[in-house]
């Protein structure tokens, strides 16, 4: 299994109570599924070469809200790791890593999208007011998985 935090793309500037990271585990039965749905995409796009992107409703990623930054800097070791991890939006993590589930961010319509280069996820905000986009993971991550 490998697991990663991702940082969050929010639509509006984020409030207190926005997603600004998102973690996510993929063992190998989700990392097939990641290869069925490239192999969906490649067929689509064979078909209609303007084709950027297909999303599925999924619920593999798990959005967090700024309350959670004090523990991924001490988790990570400290301010400098945390600003490179904002810098590069991407931090392999151990699948021990806990967070605070009340500071899980409220999500609906949460979606996987895959495109021509990799996978990230989406999801709006509960209330619908706000939208947020994770960084994007090469295919290659899953690559030790297989």
Same mark, same amino acid.
């Given at each position: +299994? ?35 749905? &490239? ?5 689509? &796009?064979? &078909? ?8 599925? !409703? ?52 949460? +979606? +996987?999208? !895959? ?8 999801? !709006? ?20 998985? +297989?």
């Amino acid at each position: +299994m490998k697991c990663f935090l991702l940082s969050v793309i929010c639509s509006e500037e984020p409030a207190g109570s926005a997603a600004e990271y998102a973690l996510v585990a993929i063992d190998q039965d989700v990392a097939k599924k990641i290869l069925q749905r &490239k192999e969906t995409f490649q067929m689509a &796009k064979s &078909k209609d070469p303007d084709l950027r992107q297909l999303s599925f !409703i999924d619920r593999y990623c798990y959005f967090y809200t700024a309350g959670v930054s004090d523990a991924l800097e001490e988790y990570m070791g400290g301010e400098d790791v945390m600003e490179a991890f904002v810098s590069e939006g991407i931090h392999e993590v151990d699948e021990e890593l806990s967070l605070d589930d009340e500071l899980q961010a409220r999500t609906a319509n949460d +979606m +996987m999208v !895959i495109t021509q280069e990799g996978f990230s996820w989406v999801a !709006i905000d509960h209330y619908g007011s706000e939208h947020y986009e994770t960084r994007e993971l090469s295919f290659d991550v899953l690559l030790s998985l +297989m």
